[in-house]
């Protein structure tokens, strides 16, 4: 399909949206999972959006932010992967495949915008120093968006709009060998970010839940969901009664 003007437009939005910390995008939008189902809706296909995104998380479960210093950005990423995905009618593993890349590729977003707020904010001390609240409000929260927008939604929108018919076309004619080694790989990055998340959370007393998972799904055929009601309730299981416990005290 071809991304119109407008729809790029609402697809660079919606980056610029998830990497705003106004009108709490930045807890909710720059999740790749609500970002692409955003984008799928835009593009007309929610549930492809949807599946692309919880998938492009899996990738992105053990990243994080350490103050200034990053090194991709999940919310370029589930955004732009979507839209190409979508627009060159691609299966989920070659959006994963692009995903990775198109993060490092806009790596350079979150250390522009604190370069340039550190100059925003030394108008902010002079306001602060003259004891106008409405100018320091105004200054922290409304002018550092005009930069902000310029840098998301602008490339996003080029990008997706100008970009998406030539990564369609290629990714058409690329060998079938080709593509089924761009599955692979993209298969295998989901694993990699649940991998990175284990290491924070894997307890030798949580061991037996992991395997208790793996038996559901592979002996009763249960799928995801199931097993997330599941651990939800063995998880409340072990946790009201510790709270009672604790109000009791």
């Known amino acids: ?20 910390f106004l009108l709490n995008g930045w807890l ?8 692409a189902t955003i984008v799928g809706i835009i593009l007309g296909n929610p549930l492809a959006g949807a599946v692309i995104g919880a998938n492009i998380q899996l990738i992105y479960m ?9 090194t991709t950005d999940s919310t370029f990423a589930g955004v732009v992967a979507t839209a190409f995905a979508i627009a060159g ?6 959006a994963l495949a692009m995903a990775l890349p198109l993060g490092l590729i806009a790596s350079w977003v979150w250390p522009l915008r604190n ?21 320091i409000n105004i200054i922290n929260t ?16 080029l ?15 690329l060998g079938e060998k080709v593509i ?24 030798k007393s949580l061991i037996p839940y992991y395997f208790l998972g793996f038996l559901l799904v592979a002996t009763m055929g249960l799928n995801t969901l199931t097993v997330a009601f599941f651990a939800f309730i063995i998880a409340a299981l072990h946790v009201i009664p510790k709270l009672a416990k604790k109000t009791s005290e």
């Open 1 to 20: 399909m071809h991304i119109t003007l407008f729809q790029a437009i609402l697809i660079g939005l919606t980056y610029y949206c998830g990497s705003s």
């Open 62 to 70: 053990g990243w994080m932010l350490v103050g200034g210093a990053t």
């Open 115 to 135: 370069t340039i707020n550190t100059f925003i904010m030394h108008i902010g001390d002079k306001a602060c120093a003259e004891g106008r609240v409405r100018a």
């Open 28 to 35: 909710t939008i720059t999740r790749p999972f609500i970002g």
């Open 89 to 94: 009618n691609m299966d989920t593993a070659a």
């Open 180 to 203: 089924r080694i761009i599955n692979t790989i993209g298969g295998v990055l989901p694993a990699m970010g649940i991998a990175m998340t284990l290491t924070f959370i894997l307890k």
């Open 159 to 173: 990008a997706v709009y100008f970009g998406a018919d030539a990564i369609a076309s290629v990714y058409s004619g």
């Open 142 to 157: 409304w002018i550092p968006q005009i930069p902000l927008l310029f840098i998301t939604a602008v490339p996003t929108t």
